[in-house]
C-alpha cells in the first residue's frame, strides 16, 4: 500500500496511475483549493479512477 499526497497535480497523477498500472494499491490525498485550477485537478482524479476500475480496484 502507498500513500500519496498531491494526487491531482500533474507529477502526482502520473505517478498514481503508473502505480496502479503496475498493480499497487494507492490511496492518494490532494487539496482541491482553488490556487490552481479545480476542473483541471477534479479531471485528473477523474482519469485516476478509470485506471483504478480498469485494474481492479
Do not use: P
Amino acid at each position: 500500500m502507498i500513500l500519496a499526497t498531491g494526487t491531482a497535480v500533474l507529477i502526482g497523477a502520473a505517478l498514481v496511475k503508473a502505480l496502479l498500472t503496475l498493480d499497487f494499491k494507492v490511496i492518494g490525498f490532494d487539496n482541491l483549493n482553488e490556487y490552481y485550477f479545480t476542473s483541471l485537478k477534479i479531471s485528473r482524479l477523474t482519469e485516476i479512477e478509470k485506471v483504478s476500475m480498469i485494474n481492479g480496484e
